[in-house]
């Protein structure tokens, strides 16, 4: 088992670029997370998808879209750069039904933005 | 929505020693708290989590205690390793709920 997976593992943008992040979630998982995460800071939650649909989103401007695959994989599209969306950026997989309610994480990918 | 407010920041011990971490919530309808372990460049994984209907959880030198009636919760680490050195987040959750409100995090340092 891969476990989630994410690509790339870094990444350096300038500001007003566009940028796609993608996710594999562990097997057997169909629900896809994103989080952000500044240095020093928790995983702030951005969306989640279900079923090739946004079940959820946290407080993130429409900048920030994504997309789930019938695979259940996933990606994050940032538009309009800004040099404040430089972090990591956590993919977290879960399973729909089930007793734990565990998000399993990515390795992330990290941006830069200059 | 939910707050969660994690303290301290930074908790520096010697080895040997125990380290206490404690975290507040706001939603009273949140029920499910896990810990989550960060190392430097690494995922963040969990290491122990409670259910509201529960008061303590424990797992070898790690240990978890929810307050319901005055929201909060702790975690535990009894006889510290310098491998335990991290960054700690807990966070709260709603039943039936994947999406985790985070604590900002405690830096551990376990000095040998």
């Known amino acids: 088992d891969a476990g989630v997976t994410q690509s790339p593992t870094h990444l350096i943008k300038t500001r007003g670029q566009q940028v796609t992040l993608r996710c594999s979630p562990k097997s057997g998982h169909d629900t896809v997370s994103w989080y952000q995460q500044a240095l020093g800071q928790g995983p702030q939650f951005i969306f989640q998808y279900y079923e090739e649909e946004e079940r959820q989103r946290g407080n993130f401007p429409d900048r920030f879209s994504g997309h789930q695959f019938p695979n259940y994989s996933s990606e994050l599209n940032v538009n309009a750069l800004l040099l404040g969306d430089s972090a990591l950026y956590l993919c977290?997989?879960?399973?729909?039904?089930?007793?734990?309610?565990?998000?399993?994480f990515g390795p992330g990918t990290r941006l830069t933005v200059t | 929505g939910e707050n969660v407010e994690q303290h301290p920041s930074t908790l520096s011990v010697q080895e040997g020693d125990s380290a206490v971490i404690k975290c507040t919530y706001s939603?009273?309808?949140?029920?499910?708290f896990p810990w989550y372990k960060q190392e430097l460049g690494k995922r963040p994984q969990l290491i122990i989590d409670i259910r509201s209907n529960v008061g303590e959880k424990k797992d070898q030198r790690i240990a978890v205690t929810l307050n319901k009636t005055a929201k909060h919760f702790s975690l535990h680490i009894t006889e510290t390793q310098p491998e335990d050195s991290a960054v700690y987040f807990c966070?709260?959750?709603?039943?039936?709920?994947?999406?985790?409100?985070f604590g900002r995090g405690t830096s551990l340092i376990v000095h040998p």
């Open positions: 977290a997989s879960s399973p729909a039904r089930g007793s734990s309610y565990e998000q399993y």
């Open positions: 966070a709260s959750q709603r039943g039936g709920s994947y999406i985790p409100t």
């Open positions: 939603d009273s309808a949140s029920n499910y």
